[in-house]
């Protein structure tokens, strides 16, 4: 019954290691290098893209929105992306009879605006009216027309980048070809905010070479 069961065991055994041989990629011993290249750009010409939401009792909401309004001749790209009207409980208040002065309204809107020097005029505004707001930058703003060939030439010195990384880790002794290359996150090492606030895009691509 033993001798029985060794020879499908062992066929077994020599069918899965010619398989994970056969599927085993070329570079993935010790002949291929791996590195990260980067590429951090400042853009002075670009805007910022804004979160602009009041949050606040039912009763300033038409004022607030009066003032949004007038807003349309500075940033025509203006929009409204949410607005929602909620019943603000107290602690100890659920239950309780709902009056008028209970109800709160958050509405949102998302704009461009091409400098700081806006950006801080609609925060002075804001402040000189007593609104309850929140203003928040989520992101630089760059002109479509021009953010492809950004892209392009960022995506190039990140690779200049990885190669130079290729060569020393090589040697002077070996040559190495690329097989692949990955375009990464954008917003590493220090977080999509710090980027967005200070106008930088970052280019960040994985390549992986065989050693010749």
């Not at 039912?58 to 909620?86: C, G, T």
């Not at 990955?182 to 917003?187: A, F, G, I, V, Y």
Request: charged content about 20%.
């Amino acid at each position: 019954m033993i001798n029985r069961l060794r020879i499908p065991l062992a066929f077994a055994a020599l069918l899965c290691l010619g398989s994970c041989n056969k599927n085993k990629p070329a570079d993935t011993g010790d002949n291929y290098l791996q590195v990260i290249g980067e590429y951090e750009q400042q853009l002075p010409g670009a805007g910022y893209r804004l979160n602009l939401s009041y949050n606040g009792p039912v009763a300033m909401r038409h004022a607030f929105v009066a003032w949004a309004d007038s807003l349309q001749n500075k940033v025509p790209d203006m929009v409204k992306s949410n607005e929602s009207i909620y019943v603000n409980y107290m602690p100890g208040q659920t239950g309780m009879h709902i009056r008028k002065d209970m109800y709160q309204t958050n509405i949102t809107y998302i704009l461009t605006v091409a400098d700081s020097s806006l950006y801080a005029h609609l925060t002075q505004d804001l402040l000189r009216r007593n609104f309850p707001f929140t203003i928040n930058v989520v992101g630089a703003a760059l002109d479509p027309a021009k953010k492809l060939a950004v892209q392009q030439h960022m995506l190039e010195q990140a690779l200049v980048n990885a190669r130079a990384k290729l060569g020393f880790l090589a040697g002077k002794e070996h040559l190495y070809k690329i097989t692949s290359i990955e375009e990464l996150d954008n917003t590493m090492p220090y977080g999509p905010e710090y980027y967005d606030f200070n106008r930088k895009m970052i280019s960040r691509v994985k390549v992986r070479a065989t050693l010749e």
